[in-house]
């Protein structure tokens, strides 16, 4: 299957600040999708974005499928942001089933 | 719409036992796909289902089982539970399968003693 890794695997940010999340991935996909998981286990979408730059209010998302990595931005960082985000990846040969990173524990503190 | 719905939230089991846990997707999604959650090993795929066939199955031993229904609905069964079964099962719905945005349940807790 494809490997896929996320750095940092621990983050913490003062609220207010910025921050990059990494998601690098060994094979073609044609799905990628970052997901927020609360701490009570939900997975939640944050996007869709096999290719391209996509904006959702303080968060934004640019994959680069050529080079095989995709980014998270989160900017203007607030405590509810907390949690653990993962990259998932669908690889464009073999199996239909995602591929998880290990992900990346964000802490915003007050 | 009413999004992805698994039942039980919780359960509680001893080794050897078997167990049930079921899954409804958004409606009008014909895709459901099964993940197991545990801290040591990270979200595993276990399997998809089509418009009642599976697709697509992970590495997981034949004690790892599931079915769809006509109505999209689906079951995963595990028989033969172990201490490494308790995780956090998660059920993803789609319209079409795993080249589409994958929708989320909020799973269920399996702990095995």
């Known amino acids: 299957g494809i490997q896929v890794e996320q750095s940092p695997p621990d983050l913490i940010l003062q609220e207010g600040a910025n921050s990059t999340l990494r998601c690098n991935f060994s094979?073609?996909?044609?799905?990628l999708q970052w997901f927020h998981q609360n701490p009570w286990g939900q997975l939640i979408n944050l996007f869709y974005?096999?290719?391209g730059t996509k904006q959702n209010g303080r968060l934004s998302a640019t994959t680069v499928a050529t080079e095989r990595y995709s980014l998270l931005y989160i900017s203007s960082s607030q405590t509810t942001d907390s949690g653990v985000y993962f990259c998932a990846v669908r690889g464009s040969r073999g199996a239909n089933n995602l591929f998880f990173g290990t992900g990346t524990r964000l802490t915003v503190i007050p | 719409k009413a999004g992805v719905t698994q039942t039980p939230r919780y359960l509680i089991k001893t080794r050897g036992q078997q167990v049930t846990l079921s899954c409804s997707p958004i409606?009008?999604?014909?895709?459901v796909s099964w993940y197991q959650q545990t801290p040591g090993q990270g979200l595993q795929f276990l399997f998809e289902y089509f418009s009642e066939t599976q697709r697509n199955k992970g590495n997981f031993p034949g004690r790892f089982s599931g079915r769809q229904f006509s109505n999209s609905r689906s079951e995963m069964n595990v028989s033969t539970l172990e201490l490494g079964d308790s995780a956090l099962y998660l059920c993803?719905?789609?319209?079409?399968?795993?080249?589409?945005?994958?929708?989320f349940g909020p799973g269920t807790r399996l702990t095995v003693l």
């Open positions: 094979d073609s996909v044609n799905n």
């Open positions: 974005i096999p290719s």
């Open positions: 993803a719905s789609s319209p079409q399968g795993t080249l589409h945005t994958q929708y």
């Open positions: 409606s009008g999604h014909r895709s």
